[in-house]
């Protein structure tokens, strides 16, 4: 596993480089006619030599977009994490190879002709793809292959934006069905070794390079700025609930609307490259189009700070979002969602400052406080949302805020939203996939904890009698058939209800096992499944096979009863 998760890493780190290369050409090819990798994320791109023709480039993108997802992978549309979550939770992390190279054309289309769709979502795809694809070549259980496709999508998100922490984070948060020092060493070896790859093209610089904060060197203005931080958390959680729902929305209107998935997808591009051309005609910049990169580091470093101004660029990218994927592009929602908490959180700390001039804030703490709210409550990666927007900014002086935004923004949103953008895909389609790390209690249980006392002795001769006498509520659940001091089997009324509901007669099991009090959960689940039985002894010594042993009895009802416990415990 050490081994494969290096291949996983170093398939990451340069698939993220391929990624942003072939982002690169299809938005040199589209908006200039030039053939050409170059694509720098963080400067704002020239105006397109097509002129007002810029607006059929998106519906352009829309054609190729729709032809691949139509003829080689329908599940490459939208934005990629729940598809893997499916393959997670509902496919033993079985992923097509072909998923590789169609949603790396398929995004990078959508990407590079102004798409207002971010790059996590598709790398996320290619690199648990990738990580999959190996767990299948290679022989192995599930378990192993779910944590391979973990690695993936860490690895790909770590190299993508620098982040290899985030990168941890993120495969612990929302890819991983067990966290423990075995999985986590995994994915942590394909994260750095992606991230040591991909600072090869891209600097060890973080992705957005802003000035450095000063938020508490006055206590009296940083405690102002935790406290704005109340109001902008819950109004962050509330856009990232009206966000989500938006998103399927779109998805439902044009499904009704459009039956065709080309007139569908044309149309909605069709609107988003007007939306392109009016942004550069009125302000001299696609702000709404592509990762929005150039936008968010104009806010961070002051250039933007219109109240006025910034509420239409957050109006315009949730509208573009929304069309670009609900009509059936491909691409992320992480880069709209930092966005869009730019923007609403620097609109947010710009008034406080207006109505508020003397407390001496500064509104970049709440931009950058804002987009981890948005992602905190668009995905409910909480950890994630904090750790990547630190590394993402490379400044810790805004950490506080952030921690802060983050928990008001996520129990906002999920009061108002329990599913976040990715799970609410999975929902609808009448899968449900655990939200949070979530102690397997379950396993602190032994056979001694787990077995009823509930049991009688019974001569099998007199088992007839037995039965006429017998009262759930008078006697004992369950009753050991004994000949001649020795165990015949196990008599209980789960399995007369569930093997032979027609008859009167109660069933004895023969196919029964023994094991000491001592024995754990996870041995005991294990034994009873290899041997396909549903009764089990707890006995003083284990080879004993006389009655006068016996301590309890375990069947699935006592399985059951601890389970629903555990669930107790945890909700």
Not at 142 to 168: K, S
Request: negative net charge; aromatic residues 10%; charged residues 10%.
């Amino acid at each position: 596993m050490v081994v494969l998760a290096v291949a996983v890493g170093i398939f990451g780190g340069f698939s993220a480089i391929a990624f942003k290369a072939i982002i690169g050409f299809f938005r040199n090819l589209f908006f200039y006619g030039e053939f050409s990798l170059a694509f720098n994320p963080d400067i704002h791109i020239a105006a397109s030599t097509w002129g007002a023709g810029v607006i059929l480039v998106p519906v352009a993108g829309a054609i190729i977009v729709n032809w691949i997802t139509e003829r080689f992978a329908p599940e490459t549309r939208g934005h990629g994490v729940p598809e893997v979550m499916n393959a997670i939770y509902f496919s033993q992390g079985r992923i097509r190879p072909s998923v590789v190279v169609a949603k790396a054309l398929t995004s990078a289309v959508s990407i590079g002709s102004g798409g207002s769709v971010g790059r996590e979502g598709p790398i996320v795809q290619i690199g648990s793809a990738f990580g999959s694809s190996l767990g299948q070549i290679i022989a192995m259980p599930a378990r192993q292959r779910v944590v391979l496709v973990g690695a993936g999508a860490a690895a790909a998100v770590a190299a993508t934006f620098n982040a290899p922490i985030g990168g941890l984070a993120f495969a612990m948060e929302l890819m991983l069905v067990s966290i423990s020092a075995r999985t986590v060493t995994v994915v942590a070896i394909s994260t750095v070794t992606a991230t040591y790859i991909g600072r090869f093209y891209s600097g060890v610089h973080p992705s957005f390079d802003v000035p450095e904060l000063v938020v508490f060197e006055n206590h009296l203005v940083g405690f102002y700025s935790l406290l704005a931080c109340i109001p902008l958390g819950a109004l962050v959680g509330a856009i990232s609930a009206g966000f989500i729902r938006s998103i399927y929305t779109f998805e439902d209107w044009f499904e009704h609307y459009f039956t065709n998935s080309y007139v569908r997808h044309i149309a909605g591009m069709a609107v988003v490259g007007i939306m392109l051309y009016g942004s550069m005609i009125y302000t001299g910049h696609y702000h709404i189009g592509g990762v929005g990169y150039p936008t968010i580091l104009d806010v961070l470093r002051s250039i933007l700070s219109d109240p006025l101004f910034l509420a239409l660029l957050f109006l315009g990218k949730w509208l573009a979002t929304g069309l670009t994927l609900g009509s059936g592009a491909s691409g992320g929602v992480f880069s709209p969602s930092l966005f869009l908490g730019a923007t609403f959180g620097a609109l947010f700390g710009n008034l406080v400052l207006v109505v508020f001039p003397a407390s001496g804030i500064d509104p970049v703490v709440f931009a950058i406080a804002g987009m981890a709210g948005m992602v905190a409550g668009t995905t409910g990666a909480v950890l994630t949302a904090v750790i990547m927007v630190f590394e993402l900014t490379g400044d810790y002086a805004a950490m506080l805020p952030i921690i802060a935004t983050v928990s008001f923004a996520y129990a906002v949103r999920s009061a108002l939203s329990e599913e976040s953008i990715y799970t609410l895909k999975l929902s609808r389609r009448g899968y449900s996939v655990p939200q949070g790390l979530q102690a397997a209690t379950s396993h602190l249980h032994n056979a001694g904890t787990l077995m009823s006392p509930e049991f009688d002795l019974i001569d099998v001769r007199l088992l007839r009698q037995w039965e006429a006498t017998h009262t759930p509520e008078k006697a004992p659940r369950y009753a050991v058939a004994v000949d001649n001091g020795l165990i015949e089997g196990v008599v209980h009324e789960n399995l007369h209800y569930l093997c032979v509901p027609e008859s009167t007669d109660w069933t004895i099991d023969r196919n029964f096992l023994s094991v000491v009090s001592e024995t754990n959960w996870s041995n005991l689940m294990r034994t009873m499944h290899a041997n396909e039985c549903e009764a089990v002894l707890v006995m003083a010594d284990e080879n004993s096979r006389k009655a006068e042993d016996v301590l309890g009895v375990i069947t699935p009802r006592e399985i059951s009863l601890a389970s629903k416990e555990d669930a107790y415990l945890m909700h």
